[in-house]
């Protein structure tokens, strides 16, 4: 590997997020904080927990980072030709557009992205904070990686708000406190931007759509035809693929079984 590649953004990114994350761990321990009296009390189970969750949180986090959010090969391989062929089959009023940035054909529901430099399948976004794209692979991963690290940083934020004493002088309160007091400010800012991307996520999960598509639903050609959001099966449904991947199929099929259904229903109205 060559040493400028140590430099790069997304070394640099998860290298932050991982000291900061220990950084913080630190603290709450250093402190006389909750976690600090259960292991003066010998009651070390919730410490453990704690831990644990940390540990989890940062994994989850370097495993959506790193792993592939869902890429359109260059190069289609066997699997994907039968795809393919598959969707050829399926009638479709809006034919796949060909990438002017990659040259790939771009399924339904994918996007380049240009910090990535490659097509993304069902992409939602590109997080700075990881460095990555969330796409069709990843997604549900973030989502988790958003539930298990909102309930470590409110956990966190308990543990900071339990060690501020304020009965003490204000000059001997800054030395002792001031660093708790710091900490405890960043993981508010940080709970309510997790609060809030986790809400908004849950959401977008619920009627099957993405951030990409809700913010340019006007400037999409399969969305912009049509009245309603052509992928949304129901909740139990839409949580069901997203999570489990059930029931399986193409965008491409599910964008023409709704098509069908619009036009039945346009011709029951009239």
Same mark, same amino acid.
């Given at each position: 590997m060559a040493p400028w590649a140590l430099l790069s953004p997304g070394v640099l990114v998860r290298t932050g997020h991982t000291v900061?994350?220990?950084?913080?761990? =630190?603290? @709450? +321990?250093?402190?006389?904080? &909750? =976690?600090?009296?259960? /292991? /003066?009390?010998? /009651? @070390?189970?919730?410490?453990?927990? +704690?831990?644990?969750?940390?540990?989890?949180?940062?994994?989850?986090? =370097? &495993?959506?980072?790193?792993?592939?959010?869902?890429?359109?090969n260059v190069q289609p391989q066997p699997q994907e030709e039968v795809k393919e062929e598959q969707t050829a089959m399926v009638p479709q009023a809006i034919p796949l557009r060909r990438c002017r940035y990659c040259l790939v054909l771009q399924p339904l529901r994918a996007r380049h992205c240009r910090e990535c430099r490659r097509c993304v399948r069902r992409y939602d976004h590109h997080c700075p904070w990881m460095e990555n794209c969330v796409g069709e692979r990843n997604h549900p991963l973030f989502v988790a990686y958003l539930a298990l690290q909102l309930v470590v940083l409110l956990w966190s934020l308990y543990l900071a708000w339990s060690g501020l004493h304020f009965f003490q002088p204000w000059g001997l309160w800054l030395r002792s406190s001031g660093l708790l007091f710091a900490t405890f400010l960043l993981l508010s800012l940080f709970s309510l931007v997790a609060s809030l991307l986790l809400a908004s996520h849950l959401y977008l999960v619920a009627g099957n759509t993405t951030t990409w598509e809700l913010i340019s639903s006007h400037r999409i050609a399969y969305l912009r035809q049509r009245s309603s959001n052509p992928f949304d099966r129901g909740l139990t449904r839409n949580l069901a693929h997203f999570f489990c991947g059930w029931p399986s199929g193409s965008w491409e099929t599910l964008w023409a079984e709704g098509e069908e259904e619009e036009e039945e229903g346009r011709s029951q109205a009239v």
């Open positions: 900061l994350t220990w950084g913080i761990t =630190l603290v @709450l +321990f250093l402190h006389d904080t &909750a =976690l600090r009296q259960w /292991e /003066e009390q010998g /009651e @070390l189970l919730l410490p453990l927990t +704690f831990l644990l969750l940390v540990l989890g949180s940062l994994l989850l986090y =370097l &495993a959506v980072s790193l792993m592939d959010p869902g890429y359109v």
